[in-house]
T-cell receptor
Framework: GAVVSQHPSRVICKSGTSVKIECRSL??????MFWYRQFPKQSLMLMAT?????????EQGVEKDKFLINHASLTLSTLTVTSAHPEDSSFYIC????????????????FGQGTRLTVV | DAKTTQPPSMDCAEGRAANLPCNHS???????VYWYRQIHSQGPQYIIH???NNETNEMASLIITEDRKSSTLILPHATLRDTAVYYC????????????FGTGTSLTVIP
């Protein structure tokens, strides 16, 4: 299946600093990517939809100024956690769908391996 | 998107079939049923999806009832590596629509 790669897989940062997480679709193009957050023993919570060449769409309750999303190309979206605090420590996961592929509108989404963020 | 209901946990003996149910009684005519699984500390893995016909691939089979209000994911011969949280998601066929995850079923395959 298609591959979505996240980097880094694990990061530790100091409180108050910013952290950037990259999400790449390796063998397909994605006009739309999605960012999720997952706390321990909980399900994935959608944070925002990243749109290539335009502003991201954030879910209710997600601070757009804290979680900056950039989708500058058809294969790369980045999530920057600004002024990180310990409560931002979580597992961040991106996903993407092949928007240029077979033409079927019901294609599955592929997920990255996730990024474990720890803010100390 | 329609809400789904899954049992929180299930056990299955290794080598036996694992049958994971999902209720989606408010599903709309244009909504597909997707199944993903998440092994601990990894991203979700796509398993299978369908609209109204039963589907089968190398990983699993998906049985959708005629009224489409429920479905069952079948892992024909469960192995220890199938231990994971399984998510049933219903989603409209649109290239922009997101996947919203419920609480899923934690499947434990027992030796």
């Amino acid at each position: 299946g298609a591959v979505v790669s996240q980097h880094p897989s694990r990061v530790i940062c100091k409180s108050g600093t910013s952290v950037k997480i990259e999400c790449r679709s390796l063998d397909f193009q994605a006009t739309t990517m999605f960012w999720y957050r997952q706390f321990p023993k909980q399900s994935l919570m959608l944070m925002a939809t990243s749109n290539e060449g335009s502003k991201a769409t954030y879910e209710q309750g997600v601070e757009k100024d804290k979680f900056l999303i950039n989708h500058a190309s058809l294969t790369l979206s980045t999530l920057t956690v600004t002024s990180a605090h310990p409560e931002d420590s979580s597992f961040y996961i991106c996903s993407a769908r092949d928007s240029m592929g077979s033409g079927s509108p019901n294609t599955e989404a592929f997920f990255g391996q996730g990024t474990r963020l720890t803010v100390v | 998107d329609a809400k789904t209901t899954q049992p929180p946990s299930m056990d299955c003996a290794e080598g036996r079939a694992a049958n994971l149910p999902c209720n989606h009684s408010t599903i709309s005519g244009n909504e597909y049923v997707y199944w993903y699984r998440q092994i601990h500390s990894q991203g979700p893995q796509y398993i299978i999806h369908g609209l109204k016909n039963n589907e089968t691939n190398e990983m699993a089979s998906l049985i959708i009832t005629e009224d489409r209000k429920s479905s069952t994911l079948i892992l024909p011969h469960a192995t220890l590596r199938d231990t994971a949280v399984y998510y049933c998601i219903v989603r409209a066929a649109n290239t922009g629509n997101q996947f919203y995850f419920g609480t899923g079923t934690s499947l434990t395959v027992i030796p």
